[in-house]
């Protein structure tokens, strides 16, 4: 399978990437900008602050300081944003004859959201990310376990040990001018991406990201990007955790590598193997052999820095973890000694690339690949 997209690139004089991808299919395009700042960006005692601005840059900017929805949401516009750990990406799904109103809001939020921010916007936004916390890890089954792991699978200075959404603490504690100087360091043209995909005329929207986005100044310092040494555990580490939960669950958790290391593909292929669909190894013996597990599956996560591979149990009533564990650890060993049979790798291809394929079919997808591309590996076209 080759997958290539056609687009071109330009650099405003700002630094800020342009990406576009023409699209005629239906009368659409996707604005999505990404900032290549994430919580990883953040230190330990001021975390949280990412995500926070995720909310902020929806509450007004200079030239236009009201809710940021309203005008692209009566137009029919699809609207978000969304944060991990390396990257923030705002993104407008709108009908083609509204691409110059989302690139001016886009715009003014990236040049002007400072000249609007006021404490009661801070926490008015503050109050709404503890209570997504609350609603997402601490209220949920098992919702408290992914802040255990980080803290378990990283040392303290490590930027993957705290959470995405961050230490509400920190949160309390940050002032306006700590939240501010964060938006300045890294909301920058030269800090971003600028992707859009669908139905515009190249020219007309140049002139337009021109327009809005060139008189935005560039950051006076090249951004940082943590470079941790890779993370090592000296030896297993085994946690128990208590909660109002129905049944056990078992959770083994692994080092990795970063994204886009050469071993990545053939870890996402191994929790495949062990875990998708009714033939896999693991459903197979545990869920339908044995009938032990309620459910389990293996997964590799990968991020910029370092990665994780994850296999997740839930016991039936009446099952123990030991006996999951000790299956688990025997189906390790069986693959180990037995490679994946050729219909095995065959089945996990397959589905990969479908979904990959399937995942390209709409104008937002493609320009999130072209964006996560771009920022990541420095080239639009890595398919």
Request: aromatic residues 10%; negative net charge; contains cysteine.
């Amino acid at each position: 399978m080759k997958v290539s997209l056609d687009y071109k690139e330009f650099y405003l004089p700002n630094g800020l990437r342009v990406i576009l991808h023409e699209d005629h299919s239906t009368p659409i395009v996707a604005v999505n900008l990404w900032y290549h700042v994430g919580s990883k960006n953040e230190s330990r005692g001021r975390t949280g602050f990412a995500h926070l601005f995720e909310h902020l840059m929806f509450e007004g900017s200079k030239h236009h300081d009201r809710e940021y929805f309203a005008p692209l949401q009566e137009a029919g516009a699809n609207v978000n944003g969304s944060t991990n750990t390396d990257r923030t990406n705002y993104y407008e799904v709108v009908p083609s004859n509204f691409l110059e109103l989302a690139l001016w809001l886009e715009a003014d939020r990236m040049g002007y959201l400072l000249d609007a921010m006021t404490i009661e916007k801070l926490d008015n936004q503050r109050d709404v990310v503890k209570n997504e916390k609350r609603q997402r890890y601490d209220n949920v089954p098992y919702g408290l376990v992914t802040e255990r792991i980080a803290a378990e699978m990283y040392p303290p200075t490590h930027p993957y040990s705290w959470l995405t959404i961050g230490s509400m603490a920190d949160l309390t504690q940050a002032s306006l001018d700590d939240v501010k100087n964060f938006f300045r360091a890294f909301y920058l043209p030269n800090n971003a991406s600028l992707v859009l995909a669908g139905d515009f005329e190249p020219s007309e929207a140049k002139r337009w990201v021109e327009k809005y986005f060139a008189p935005i100044q560039r950051g006076a310092e090249e951004v940082l990007r943590p470079s941790p040494p890779a993370p090592k555990l000296d030896n297993e580490i085994r946690a128990e955790m208590t909660d109002t939960v129905a049944l056990p669950r078992l959770y083994c958790v692994w080092h990795t590598v970063p994204e886009y290391d050469r071993d990545e593909a053939a870890l996402d292929f191994l929790a495949s193997i062990l875990s998708s669909g009714r033939g896999s190894r693991l459903q197979s013996n545990l869920v339908f052999g044995k009938q032990i597990s309620q459910d389990i599956y293996a997964s590799h996560f990968c991020r910029e820095i370092a990665g994780q591979f994850q296999i997740v149990s839930t016991a039936k009533p009446h099952n123990s973890l030991e006996e999951i564990e000790r299956e688990i650890w025997v189906e390790i060993e069986r693959i180990k000694q037995e490679p994946p049979a050729p219909d095995e790798m065959e089945r996990a291809l397959n589905a990969r690339e479908a979904a990959y394929i399937y995942s390209l079919q709409t104008v937002l997808n493609k320009a999130d690949q072209l964006n996560n591309y771009a920022t990541m590996q420095n080239e639009p076209n890595f398919f």
